[in-house]
Structures are given as C-alpha cells and as structure tokens.
C-alpha cells in the first residue's frame, strides 16, 4: 500500500519541477499542494483536505474536473485512433471539430487552423495576418494591441502584449508593436473616448499596419479589467475602413466565460480571426484553434509554385484525443444548456458580491459574466496582499489566485449556488482579515 | 449504421480545415487520406487501405500507434485527475515524469520547466538563457543558432531558424538572430571547419550572445542534414570558455530517434538547456519539457520583491493526462530495452538502403541512428519530385513524407524487418519510377 503524503510529493517536487509563473522561493514559506484527485469544482489533496477551484484551474476546466462525457469520449478516442499528422492526412475528430466550431462561432469564421496553446494560436493569428497583407501586395510589418493587454509568453505573442510584469525583462528581444488606450472603464464614454484614439493611429499609420489584437470585453491576465462592448463594435468599423485586421483573443473568454458563448457576440460583430484555447477542451489538455474567414483563406490558396501557402505547423496539430475532448465539451455545453444556466448564476453572483462594495480597502467590483473582480486599494506592490487572500482561501477550502490586488471568481460552470456562497464568502473574509 | 467514406470526409474537411504545412490547392488533385484507426505502424483509411508510418506522424509516434500501455496509463490517469494549474500545486504524473526526465537526460540537468509543444519549449529555452545573463548583471540579447537550421514556428523559434522556405515570408516581424555555419558533412574535418568559424564569432561576440542553440548531429527540418558529433563535443567547449549557453533543441532527436537516447550524449557532452517533445508522449498529445541546471535554477531563485522570477506559463503546463502518456513512454522505452533492440535495425537499415547509392540520381545516403535520408540530385524545385515520391508511395501503401528533393525513413521503432524491406523497397521504387 503506498502510503503518499503532502510533504513527500513537495519534497520529490521541488527537487525537479521549476514552476510556471512562480518565485520558487516562495515555496520555502508557502506549502505546494499536492492534488491527488479532482471532481467537479473540486480539487483533493493526499490528505483529505479539498479545495473549491473557483478560478477553474488557470481559466480552463469549464465544466468541472473529471466530467463523465469527456472522460467516455477521450477513451472511446485513444481506442480507435491515437494521433495521425493533419498534413496530407485527416480523422473525423478534427473534422467535426472544425464544423462545430464553424458553426457556433460569429458570422463569417469558416476555416480551423489547429495549434496547441493559446500563445502558438496567437502567433498562427499574426503570422497569417501579416502574410495575407504579403501575399497581397502590402507589407504592413506594425501590429497594434491594447494597453494592458496580454495574450501570451512566446515571443510573438508577448511582443503583442502591454503589462509590464511578464513583458518588461524581455523588451531587447521582443518585436516593437504599438499599444492604442484600453477603454479606462467599463462605461460607453469610455469605449468612445478610446476609439478616437485608435482612429487617429489607424488614419496616421494604418498602411503600416496588418492587425490589432484585443481581448473583446475583458483583458483577464491585465486585473481582469473590463471595457464596454461599443468599443469591439466601433473598432470592426475602423479595421474596414483601414483594410486593418481584427484579431479576437477569446483564448480566456470565449466559451460562455462573459456570459454569451462568445465575448465578442456581446458586440454585434465578426472578428477577421479568432483565437480559442483555455475551455475549448474543456480543461483537459493543451489545443488551440484559429479560426479565420474564406476571405483570408482565399489569399494563400493558389498554385504551389506561387510560393504564398501558410507553412506552419505543429507536430501535433488537430490532435485527435484533444480533438475529442473538445467535440464532447461543446456538445455539453449545447445539450445542457450550460450557458442560458448560467445566467441565474451570474445574477446570483452579482447580488452576492454587492457587499464588498462597503469593504474601505475595496476600490471596485465588476463583473462580465462568469467574471468577477474585487480591486483593492491602498496597498503596495510590496504588500503581497494578493498571496496573502490566496492563503487565507486554502485554508478555509478554495483557490482563488489573485492577480497582484484583484481577487477574482471564474469558477467552473457546474458550481452551485451552495458553492457560489462559499467561494464569496472566504474572499470577503480573507479580505475583511487583511491589515 | 454508418457509411462514412473516405469522399465524403473529404469534402467535409476541405470545407472547414486549413491542413497545416500545406499549399490547401495542392487537394485539387492530391487526395487528402482520412484516417479511422491506427495500429503499431499502421494507419487505416475508411477504405480498407493501410499505410505503413514511415514518419512516425511527423517523428512523433516512437512506439507506433496504440500501444496498449500508454493507452491504458491514459485511461487512468483519467479517472484520477484529468487537470490541475502548475502554478501552486502540483500533482504525480508531473513529478514522476520530472523525476525521469533527470535520471535519463545528461548529467547537470536537474530542472525540469513544462510547456506545450516543441516551439513553445524553444521559446522557454530562449527567454530563460536571456534572462538568467540578465539576472547576473548581463545583457546579452543576441542569439545563435546553425545555418540551415528549423527550430518551430512560433515567432521567437523561427527568428532562430535558418530555413529560408519557413522563415522568409515573416523576416520583417521577427528579431534577429546570426547564424554560423553548421559542418558541411559528417566528417570530422567539417565538423572542425565549422568549429573555427563559431570560435570566431564567439570571440567577437560574446559579449552580446546569451546561447547557441542547435539540433545535435541531425537538422531534421533542415533535409536531415548530419553532422559530427566532435562539433558539439568542441561547440560545449568554446560555449564554456565565452559564458554562452548551449542549448540541445532534442525535439526530433530526442527518445532513441538517433541511436542514443539522447543525441548529444554522442559528443559525451550536456547542455545548459535541453528541449524535448514530439516522442516525450510517445506520439500521443503535446508536451515539451525544457531541462536545465541548478545554475541556472539559481540565478532566478531569490525574494520574490527583487523581480527576478521566471514568470512564463501556459495553461496546461504540466497536464497530467500528457505526463502520464510520457511516463508510460519512458517505462517502455526501458523495460522493452526498446534503445537497445534498435541497434538491430539501424543495421539492417544502413544494410538495405546501400543499393540506393547506385541510382544516378542519388547524390547521397545518409544516416545517424533511426534517421536515415536520401538525397536527389539533378531536380528542380519546380519538378516538385518530393511530392512525385510521396504519391507513389501511398498507392504502395506506405507513408513518405520526402523534404523536397529528400527522401528519409524515420520509422516507429516497433517496426519490424519486413515492414523495413517494405518501406525501403517502395522508396527505391519511387524513386526509379520519377523521370
């Protein structure tokens, strides 16, 4: 019988693993935990304690943990096909995964490229901007993104990111691209104000230019800040008028995350690619697609020998086992109607977290769908107050994991109403404990 | 009863997939094959034909497709923990595989970071060398790498390739990188021609060049070109004396493919930094790892306030359903002495491919382990003859993938002789068949 406690599997751990997103120092005060088992929202450790994974797991299990439809379909994968390269080759799993997400996504996205993550989608989203211009005449070499945006840690796709903390130390190695004003808040003043900025850096700059990159509706990894949706509405306009595209990072927003399947359907328009990852699989493992127009499609599909084909690839593209993962996530999304569901909840959660509002240290509350951030105020940047809400949570049986002083919600979507009071109420009281 | 065809899932997927890799006009008059099942070295399409995976899916499946091992490790690992984030927990498979990962990788390389695929661990790999020079009070923001070398796709792994067919288009969104020359054959003369030429630029540049980063005796992507292992072994040495890191891109060479477990263990040398993925899961879903020292550990481990941590993440780094797969890998790789029995079959292949040198158009036959490449001469790259090869060797029941004008083996490794034979014998057919 093995006898598998906490502290060995922390003491095998930090002798190998060197952690994502992590001061390994930290651990020398700051216990690892160890997770054995998972189940719905919640996450078990090797001794008995359980944890309520209120941030689904980095933004990813939507559905909760050990779902049994994905489970049955990733078996029911594995023993009929493991993996086979899409190039030259195909298998069903892509290709009722590219149907699917054809069809549930904005008017207009009708071709799936496959990647494995969300930061080598956004990099397949710029490249294949930039070459469209290319391979029609235009060498528009300047991406432009957001202030505060972030959109991932390869290289392309953090040259494309604005927050200092995971950006800053690489600048010398990174692209140069150029940050337009984030709306400052959620109003529509706001959102207007922000678009007759991006309008005089489009009409100065625009034949430079082959695409903007936003986060429609919430910048997650940026505090979790939130923007009116008129902006993404406005913004489409000016991307026609510029001939500028418009590329929707929905890698932590899409899948009903802002409360509609799509964030950017909150805005009336089509984005000319759009980035998924994160939910896409459900939380079960690394997949990411870029979805694109025929329009798009058109400018590399020519002979050979024209030499304009989009030759990227990843050696595990389409994948058939995260294929099915995804196909059996979407079909539950859409059978159970998780996403009109859901809207009790993200009432219920708005009703619950009125009170913070009261709290002194608490600067705002906002919410898109499935999101909710608590901002404090009055704390520094040596304070840690973020750590420290997120051990006061572990002791008393929830993750959240603070982004520097915002604490935020995005649970799974099987979370009950029960679980919904408990996840706010340790916030508040972890909050309440701060001096 | 369903009557799926391979026509039928044709026409479904041209609809909604943009294949990677691939000129998508190309399908006008190259059939795409849908693949229902996969078995050791065999893919099965929906019509009863088999094709023999002489590629092993993109140099992916080691172990051939279903082994029933890994799919039952996967299938486990399932019904105990589907997902958990890295960051603040941590769980077995992650740590086993962490564990092995050290025990079997060159000595020094005790650290072991997780990422998705194989560019994202180059990216890793990249970010990690520039930044410990930083954290040491260095600046060093140029990289290194070997003429005619491919490191992946994403935008930081493509500034440091140097195959012009993948690079080209997007050299203006990418930074820059020099290149020196990688051994102009399998000699040791060359390999030491080429080490002059690196000690050169070393000498002149160290100062600003925080790594070198190479695929050890084969460049895969880059027509299988091979090298000396003296060139690493020499390279090690110069990277030591100028405080340049040495980075092992063990992607394709990694797992057995070059007769060693690990390429560079030829040259008797370790790396700062070694990329692993494509066989780390034995061909099943994404996973990189990038393995490092506790030097390098060390110079980013300190309070958290001095800013110094490494704070790249993805979501699903260090997935336990991936780590499992690779922990099942490893298991057999060892068990079956998997390494060791392929020592047959490098023979047997250098044996059965010596006819090719006898063909005129071949200029020349080359092979490092279970890698073995045979070059055509007196084409162009108009004649397209990589595609002409391909073609034929499908309707003869084996999978080809030739890099243009090279035509190359890389087989799972449970392949047996005959399958051998068969594989060569289509080859050299193909070859005598082109005009």
Chains 1, 2 share one sequence.
């Not at 070499?141 to 505060?148: E, R």
């Not at 079960?284 to 870029?290: D, E, F, G, K, P």
């Not at 649970?411 to 009950?416: D, K, R």
Request: one cysteine or more.
């Amino acid at each position: 019988m093995q006898t598998i406690t906490n502290q060995s599997l922390i003491a095998r751990d930090l002798d190998v693993i060197w952690h994502p997103c992590t001061q390994m120092k930290d651990h020398e005060t700051l216990p690892l935990i160890p997770i054995q088992s998972a189940k719905g929202v919640y996450l078990h450790d090797f001794e008995g304690n359980s944890y309520i994974d209120a941030i689904s797991s980095w933004w990813v299990n939507i559905l909760g943990h050990s779902h049994p439809r994905i489970n049955q379909r990733i078996k029911d994968q594995i023993d009929k096909l493991d993996h086979v390269l899409l190039a030259g080759f195909s298998h069903e799993s892509a290709i009722e995964l590219a149907e699917k997400l054809v069809e549930i996504s904005p008017e207009g996205l009708e071709k799936v490229f496959f990647a494995d993550n969300g930061s080598s989608g956004i990099e397949v989203a710029l490249k294949m901007s930039f070459h469209y211009h290319k391979n029609r005449g235009k060498n528009k070499p300047l991406f432009v993104s957001l202030t505060n945006s972030y959109h991932g840690e390869t290289m392309g796709a953090l040259a494309v990111g604005d927050v200092e903390l995971y950006k800053e130390t690489y600048n010398e190695i990174l692209i140069q691209s150029i940050q337009t004003s984030v709306p400052k808040d959620q109003s529509e003043a706001a959102a207007l104000e922000a678009i007759v900025e991006a309008e005089k850096l489009f009409a100065e700059q625009h034949e430079h230019i082959s695409a903007i990159i936003i986060e429609p509706l919430v910048q997650c990894a940026g505090l979790m800040h939130m923007y009116h949706p008129i902006f993404v509405t406005k913004l489409r306009e000016l991307c026609d008028r510029y001939d500028i595209h418009l590329i929707a990072d929905e890698v932590a927003t899409g899948f009903g995350r802002t409360g509609t399947l799509f964030a950017i359907e909150q805005s009336g328009v089509s984005p000319d690619f759009m980035v998924l990852s994160k939910g896409l699989t459900g939380g079960y493992m690394a997949l990411s697609t870029v979805l694109t127009t025929n329009e798009v499609y058109q400018a590399f599909y020519c002979d050979y020998l024209e030499l304009k084909a989009f030759l990227h690839s990843h050696s595990y593209t389409g994948n058939p086992i995260a294929c099915s993962a995804a196909n059996a996530t979407i079909d539950i999304l859409r059978d159970e109607h998780i996403i009109e569901k859901n809207q009790e909840k993200i009432a219920y959660i708005k009703k619950q977290t009125e009170r913070f509002k009261s709290l002194e240290k608490v600067k705002s509350v906002r919410q898109t769908g499935m999101i909710c951030a608590i901002e404090l105020s009055g704390y520094t940047f040596e304070d840690r107050v973020g750590i420290r809400v997120y051990q006061y949570a572990l002791k008393h049986g929830v993750l959240l994991r603070p982004l520097g002083h915002v604490i935020y919600f995005m649970p799974p979507y099987t979370i009950t109403l029960e679980e919904i009071d408990m996840m706010i109420e340790v916030a508040y009281l972890g909050i309440v404990s701060l001096e």
